[in-house]
């Protein structure tokens, strides 16, 4: 890859290039997905993808697409009323957390915690839509803001983790 986190732009000449804070614009529902399939070839088992933006923004096609490049069949939905899914079948295995309707961030984050030690234990890839439920700092996860772009399609910025560890610790190795 010649780029720093998505290879080259796609036709579009609408997705993320070198900076780990930059906004680009995704023209499209397709292009939000190209970009979750760009995605998954840079996350790794044990990463943490913080998605946040307003509802219908695509943070749940993004994850479509993210899904799809690790190999999962099965539909991917938004978990907001199961609040999360869990892929096993991915490379690596995939677990979707949606906080929407956990409005005390004691709950977001009990459930956050035992998701993330879930993953940890799986191997898996852990992606939270609406992480500003939280009141955890998380300073090794991956975050992505989506929002609608006045012109037209939707504005993203990327940031990667501060911090990269070797292999995160579990909750219950803390």
């Known amino acids: 890859m010649n780029d720093k986190y998505f290879g080259d732009a796609e036709a579009s000449g609408s997705l993320i290039r070198q900076s780990t ?5 995704l023209d499209d529902l397709e292009a939000t997905k190209v970009l979750g399939r760009m995605l998954a ?18 943070k749940t096609s993004l994850v479509q697409g993210l899904a799809d490049a690790l190999g999962i069949q099965e539909p ?9 899914q869990h892929y096993p079948e991915g490379t690596p295995p995939l677990i979707h957390l949606d906080l929407y309707r956990l409005e005390q961030a004691f709950a977001a984050n009990d459930l956050f915690l035992q998701e993330e030690e879930e993953a ?3 191997g898996a890839l852990l992606v939270v839509e609406w992480p500003e439920r ?19 399609g939707r504005s993203i910025s990327l940031q990667c983790p501060k911090v990269t560890p070797a292999r995160k610790t579990t909750t219950s190795e803390r």
């Open 41 to 58: 070839a840079r996350l790794k088992p044990h990463d943490i993808l913080l998605l946040q933006g307003p509802l219908g923004a695509g």
């Open 120 to 122: 940890s234990a799986m």
């Open 134 to 152: 939280l009141s955890l700092s998380l300073p090794d996860a991956w975050f992505l803001a989506l929002d609608y772009d006045p012109g037209g």
């Open 76 to 84: 991917i939905t938004s978990p907001t009323f199961a609040l999360a």
């Open 21 to 25: 804070d930059e906004t680009r614009i």
